[in-house]
């Protein structure tokens, strides 16, 4: 099978035009670059855990949960050539200890939170063609321990 290429423009577009044996012509277009962009939703959620079940929101909603629970924030992202996903914490890059992950799909887990771990979590895609970020609010509260025996009697 013959393959003749011909660019269109000096940004990654080309339209490519095959020639099968029968001298038939098969063109399609190839296109590209595309700005990384961040997809978050409309309309952003605003949770609130009640327990200890582990939390999976979308980049842009934002939480409140307890301690010790495990927080999935999703980073959807689209852009050609597809973007590096990074997250800071309060402006400064996520620490890369042990309860922090970035997972092969740019989501950011965060295991057994903690109070400290409350901060604006920011995604950021980045490429060659440019960059796109969204933020996310993280409220972590403890638990509250009312003691009845230390209670002066009424």
Do not use: H
């Amino acid at each position: 099978m013959q393959q003749v290429r011909r660019v269109v423009s000096l940004q990654y577009c080309s339209s490519v035009r095959f020639v099968a044996p029968d001298n038939t012509f098969y063109p399609f277009s190839l296109t590209g670059p595309y700005k990384p962009k961040v997809n978050i939703l409309s309309k952003p959620n605003a949770i609130e855990a009640q327990n200890r079940s582990p939390v999976t929101m979308t980049i842009g909603d934002n939480v409140t949960a307890l301690t010790d629970t495990s927080i999935i924030i999703r980073c959807p992202t689209s852009g050609v050539p597809t973007p590096t996903v990074t997250w800071t914490k309060n402006g400064e890059q996520v620490p890369s200890d042990g309860r922090y992950n970035v997972e092969d799909d740019g989501s950011l887990l965060i295991s057994e939170v903690v109070e400290e771990d409350s901060a604006r979590y920011t995604c950021i895609a980045d490429s060659v063609t440019g960059k796109d970020s969204a933020s996310s609010t993280v409220k972590i509260a403890g638990e509250i321990f009312l003691c009845l025996c230390c209670l002066p009697s009424l």
